[in-house]
């Protein structure tokens, strides 16, 4: 089946260090979403991509959809510590009504 | 903005009981997805309907069922649960096809299953 292979499983950084993690695929996607997820509760949409070379921001956080359609990745810049949780990149292929989720990042912020 | 709501928010079972789990999609979407998803891992796709009818399968398994009613409210029926089962529980919805035949999902705050 589909799986996305999300890096790196976890990070700690300090507060006001930049973050990046990406999302490769083996197969291609039309869509590709990135969600926080905070302990015991549902994951909130962060950034939703839908062309390939797309580029969106969203205040500190920049996404891009990759040329090929098989990666995608997030940055977040200036960390602070309501970043903290669980990150997960999603992807949904043409036809498809499911979303295929990486393993998640989770990230630690060090004050 | 009105988000998803499920409910209840948590649920103990005994093993070989019966569950139902309920989703109401945020006002004017048409489909509704059910997601589990275990300690420390991913969301798995479970199912999805729109307009009552199921638009996708995933690896749901035969004990459970689900349907979508006509106000879009969607249930989740969990059958002979087993310890395996417990689990957190999200609903997602969406428009069919939104502007420009994009398709974003919307999460739930999600149902705490645990089977004892």
């Known amino acids: 089946g589909q799986q996305l292979n999300q890096s790196p499983q976890s990070m700690f950084i300090q507060e006001g260090e930049d973050v990046s993690m990406n999302c490769t695929s083996s197969?291609?996607?039309?869509?590709w979403l990135w969600y926080k997820q905070d302990p015991g509760e549902g994951p909130v949409l962060l950034i939703a991509?839908?062309?390939?070379?797309e580029l969106t921001s969203n205040g500190r956080l920049t996404a891009q959809f990759g040329i090929t359609r098989k990666d995608s990745f997030l940055n977040i810049s200036a960390s602070i510590p309501s970043d903290v949780g669980i990150y997960f990149c999603?992807?949904?292929?043409?036809?498809?009504?499911?979303?295929?989720f990486g393993q998640g990042t989770r990230l630690t912020i060090n004050p | 903005a009105a988000g998803v709501i499920q409910s209840p928010r948590h649920l103990i079972k005994e093993k070989r009981e019966t569950a139902t789990l309920k989703c109401y999609p945020i006002?004017?979407?048409?489909?509704v997805y059910w997601y589990q998803q275990g300690p420390g891992q991913d969301p798995q796709f479970l199912i999805s309907?729109?307009?009552?009818?199921?638009?996708d399968k995933g690896s749901i398994p035969d004990r459970f069922s689900a349907q979508q009613f006509s106000d879009y409210h969607s249930e989740l029926n969990m059958s002979s649960l087993e310890l395996g089962d417990s689990a957190l529980y999200f609903c997602?919805?969406?428009?069919?096809?939104?502007?420009?035949?994009?398709?974003?999902?919307?999460f739930g705050p999600g149902t705490r299953l645990l089977v004892l």
């Open positions: 006002p004017r979407h048409d489909t």
């Open positions: 991509l839908y062309k390939a070379g």
């Open positions: 999603a992807g949904q292929s043409a036809g498809a009504q499911k979303l295929v």
């Open positions: 197969s291609i996607f039309n869509t």
């Open positions: 997602a919805s969406s428009l069919r096809a939104g502007r420009l035949g994009r398709v974003t999902q919307y």
């Open positions: 309907f729109y307009e009552k009818m199921q638009s």
